[in-house]
């Protein structure tokens, strides 16, 4: 192995970097890095940011579902028993999706 190139980094005192490290391999290390590895970074972000978005949009998901299924507004949870379909929420306005019409009437 050549010399370790500290191109970025913060050098390390050899003191620091001379001192018995827990896995072999980083006794050649002689500086911090402080450069991102751009194709490592972009690919976490990308990653990461993909799980919390599937994350995120499946609890609401099953948030507006449970309120669906119990007869409240999708959106705020306000009571719909006695109101129509066709009403919108009287709490936040938000008209309800329209039934899927049944493939028997016709
Ligand atoms: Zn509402």
Redo the contacts with the bound molecule.
């Keep these: 192995m050549g010399p370790f190139n500290s191109q970025g980094g913060i050098p390390l005192p050899l003191s620091l970097s001379g001192s018995t490290p827990p896995n072999p391999n980083l006794s050649r290390v002689r500086a911090l890095p402080l450069r991102p590895i751009w194709t490592g970074l972009g690919i976490n972000t990308a990653f990461y940011g993909v799980m919390w978005f599937g994350l995120v949009s499946s609890i609401r998901m099953a948030r507006r579902w449970r309120r669906r299924r119990r007869g409240l507004?999708?959106?705020?949870?306000?009571d719909?028993t006695g109101l129509t379909p066709a009403q919108p929420?009287?709490?936040?306005?938000?008209m309800p999706p329209m039934p899927k019409a049944s493939p028997t009437t016709a």
């Design positions: 507004c999708t959106r705020c949870a306000y719909r929420c009287p709490e936040c306005g938000l």
